[in-house]
């Protein structure tokens, strides 16, 4: 269980959390819904220990972690997949992918791995010589997800995974979600495709200005008038 109480982040003289608080129960894919701005992505890097909270808690099975180094909180099962993917454009796919386990010893364990990120992305195997810079945006995006899986984590989060993606692309990142959750992974997804996110999530927050304002199911989220408004554009 990763559970986030009373959050609080400034930047300068901009309160960017504002006392937010949430659980992702383990085992399911919980959503965080909003605006540009609203505080969704520094959720997730407060959490990596990417920003500095000004007060809260994050407890991870029990144990607090804030102020934890990154490093560590990578090695304790919880891994993000960060907005823009962030591939090192000049390492190919396997280098890419070694980088994501970094931290793990077990060199057999690491390549069987290896083998179920590539069988999860078959294109990733097909090219797994070739420089991530050459890719598409999508299938950067395979890649980011296939680094990620490489820390063998117990929680990923993904900030905004669909981001500039084709439309297929976007179908295939959602159906992923859903073969990672049912492996057995954690997921909390930041996410504007709110529609998508929330058909794939068990349960999902709303964010607004720094603050959640409400929460749901989510199934019960896509038919509420309030969500339906303000973010899949129905009236």
Known sequence: MLS????????????ALRGISLDVPAGKIVTLIGANGAGKSTTLNSIMGLVRAGRGSVSWNGREILGTPTK???????????????????LTVDENLSLGAYARSNK????????RVFKLFPRLKERHKQKAGTFSGGEQQMLAVGRALMSKPTVMMMDEPSLGLAPLFVGMIFDIIRQINAAGVTVLLVEQNAKAALEVADTGYVMETGAITFSGNGKDLLVDDRVRKAYLGEV
Not at 4 to 13: A, M, Q
Not at 77 to 88: A, D, H, N, Q, S
């Open 4 to 15: 986030i109480k009373n959050l609080s982040v400034h930047y300068g003289g901009i309160h």
């Open 108 to 115: 057999d364990e690491v390549e069987a791995d290896r083998e």
């Open 72 to 90: 560590a909180i990578v090695e304790s099962g919880i891994v993000l997949v960060p907005e823009g993917r962030r591939v090192f454009p000049n």
